[in-house]
């Protein structure tokens, strides 16, 4: 359920949220009480019941009796809540879950590449003809190469139809592109790769191929991903 809460109070919700999912506060120990978070935030004690009943809904902390409000441990986690994997996305271990959208992605998206191929129209094809161009202008460009290519898989996506695997790629996706480290430091050459890999794709969802499609989008995901990963 999402609640529209007053701005100081999605500030604390936020914070608290940050400071369970990194760790500050392990799973099985108490948050500081009530009084104490109201003078750490210099806020209400309305404004602390409301952070804590937002981080209850988010999976993150349970009211215990005689114990105050516990973090629970990360299988009760909401992992897609988008705040949950902002955070996520900021802990120490990041690159972990970085490797797991990577599988998640190569899975999803070589569906979507094959679905796309199988049922794209004549229309579908146009656009994507006309993205792929803006892609070929954009390789010399880093900045606007990255933008074409988010703009590429996106219509991939969306001739595929498959929009519950649209909207998981899209909201955990979007939390990692907010992190350097996602990004990467992509070596000399990233570009001109990546655009091969983009240009065999395309050819392959514009002829209808649906088994090619899948292969070459799972194979240009994780040959990207292991181009700019971190060594860390």
Known sequence: MTRNR???AEAVIRELVQDV???KYAPGTALPTTAAL?????VSRTVIREALTALAEKGLVAARQGWGTVVL??????????MVLEAIFRREDSLLFMDQLIGIRTALEGLMASSAARQI?????????RQFDELDAAVDDPDRYAEEDIAFH??????SGNEFARAI????QGKARLV?????????????LTHEEHRHIFEAVMGGDTEASADLMRAHIARSWARRRPSR
């Open 6 to 8: 007053p701005a100081l």
């Open 21 to 23: 999912v990194t760790g």
């Open 38 to 42: 109201c003078e750490t935030f210099a």
């Open 73 to 82: 441990d990360r299988d009760s986690w909401r992992l897609l809540d988008p």
């Open 121 to 129: 129209t004549d229309e579908a094809r146009a656009a994507l003809s």
């Open 154 to 159: 996106a219509l991939v996506h969306r001739i």
């Open 169 to 172: 790629i899209s909201s955990i």
């Open 180 to 192: 350097a480290e996602y990004t990467g430091a992509p070596p000399k050459g990233h570009n001109e």
